[in-house]
Nanobody
Framework: QVQLVESGGGSVQAGGSLKLSCAAS????????MTWNRQAPGKEREGVAA???????RYIESVKGRFTISRDNAQNTVYLEMNNLKPEDTAMYFC?????????????WGKGTLVTVSS
C-alpha cells in the first residue's frame, strides 16, 4: 500500500526555519513528481513547491527565495527547507505524488504535518 508520511512540522517564530520531510513507500518514487502543498483553516489548499523526476523545481511566488524543495531517490524522501518563515506560512503541509510529470494530476497524498509561525 502507498504511504506518504510527513514529519518535521512544529511551532516557530517569524524569521525562523524548519525542514519538513516526506517519506514515501509503496510505489516507484523516482517515477513521480513530488509536491508540497498547504492548507490553512478556512482557506483553499494551494501548491507550494514541486520537483520533477529530473530535479527541476518550481515554487509559488510567495515562497521563492525562502523555501527549497529537494528529493533523495535512494531514500524515497522529499524535503522542504523553509527559511525566513512568516505568519502567513502557518498551515497544514501535505506532500503528494504525481505520476511522471508535475501537473498530470495528484495520485497520492500524505496526511500532513502542522507548521505554526508566530509573530
Amino acid at each position: 500500500q502507498v504511504q506518504l508520511v510527513e514529519s518535521g512540522g512544529g511551532s516557530v517564530q517569524a524569521g525562523g526555519s524548519l525542514k519538513l520531510s516526506c517519506a514515501a513507500s509503496g510505489y516507484t518514487f523516482s517515477d513521480y513528481c513530488m509536491t508540497w502543498n498547504r492548507q490553512a483553516p478556512g482557506k483553499e489548499r494551494e501548491g507550494v513547491a514541486a520537483i520533477e523526476i529530473d530535479g527541476t523545481t518550481r515554487y509559488i511566488e510567495s515562497v521563492k527565495g525562502r523555501f527549497t524543495i529537494s528529493r533523495d531517490n535512494a531514500q524515497n524522501t522529499v524535503y522542504l527547507e523553509m527559511n525566513n518563515l512568516k505568519p502567513e506560512d502557518t498551515a497544514m503541509y501535505f506532500c503528494a505524488a504525481e505520476h511522471l510529470t508535475c501537473g498530470s494530476g495528484t495520485d497520492y497524498w500524505g496526511k500532513g504535518t502542522l507548521v505554526t509561525v508566530s509573530s
